[in-house]
């Protein structure tokens, strides 16, 4: 099976282009996602993206894809990633929306 979000950063890297926008049902990120202490992320360093996700803050089935083609893109060199919904990719661009991951 191809997952799409794997393909995307590997067609994102293949034309060079330095931001991926992976386009979701929520408008950013959250820790603790659903529960009463859920805490959004607007921003975060492929570091701290990648110990959320061993720490089991994206699942596989949810966010979990996601996180990791975003954190291929930036190995390849891609200098951000947003995450955020449809109506929100103008904002999130602008830095004024979505969770944004950076090397």
Same mark, same amino acid.
């Given at each position: 099976?191809? =997952?799409? =979000?794997?393909?995307?950063? /590997?067609? +994102?890297?293949?034309? +060079?282009?330095?931001?991926?926008?992976?386009?979701?049902?929520?408008?950013? /990120?959250?820790? =603790? &996602?659903? %529960?009463?202490? %859920?805490? #959004?992320?607007? $921003? @975060?360093?492929?570091? %701290?993206?990648?110990?959320?996700?061993? +720490?089991?803050? &994206?699942?596989?089935?949810?966010?979990? #894809?996601?996180?990791?083609?975003?954190? =291929? &893109? @930036?190995?390849?060199?891609?200098? $951000?990633?947003?995450?955020?919904?449809? %109506?929100?990719? +103008?904002?999130?661009?602008?830095?004024?929306?979505?969770?944004?991951?950076?090397?």
């Amino acid at each position: 099976m191809i =997952d799409k =979000d794997r393909a995307s950063a /590997l067609l +994102a890297h293949s034309v +060079a282009v330095s931001t991926i926008v992976f386009s979701t049902g929520v408008e950013q /990120l959250y820790l =603790d &996602f659903g %529960e009463e202490n %859920e805490r #959004p992320l607007p $921003r @975060l360093s492929a570091a %701290e993206a990648a110990e959320h996700l061993a +720490a089991g803050q &994206f699942p596989p089935g949810s966010m979990g #894809p996601k996180i990791e083609a975003s954190l =291929d &893109f @930036l190995r390849a060199g891609g200098s $951000r990633a947003i995450i955020t919904a449809p %109506e929100r990719i +103008a904002a999130a661009l602008a830095g004024q929306a979505g969770t944004c991951i950076t090397p």
